[in-house]
């Protein structure tokens, strides 16, 4: 029998996180605007993004699930 120790949720959570998906939306979105896709442009881009509206997105993302009903609420946080 193993016995493994559980990742702390943080972990977990950023090991789950897909980065290639929110790359290739960042590039997306640079090519849509005729903005050339570059590492430069992609970073501004998702730096700007961290600054200004992930707050107000994860939050109304919250409240959306409060407001259904949909989390799961364990003792473990």
């Keep these: 029998m193993s016995y493994?120790?559980?990742?702390?949720?943080?972990?977990?959570?950023?090991?789950w996180i897909d980065?290639?998906?929110?790359?290739?939306?960042i590039l997306f979105h640079l090519r849509a605007t005729g903005l050339p896709p570059t590492y430069e442009n992609a970073t501004r881009v998702w730096l700007n993004f961290l600054e200004a509206?992930?707050?107000?997105?994860?939050?109304n993302s919250c409240q959306g699930l409060l407001d259904n009903l949909e989390v799961l609420n364990h003792a473990r946080s």
């Design 53 to 59: 509206e992930i707050h107000e997105g994860l939050r």
């Design 4 to 15: 493994r120790k559980e990742l702390p949720v943080e972990e977990k959570l950023a090991e």
């Design 19 to 25: 980065t290639i998906v929110i790359a290739e939306e």
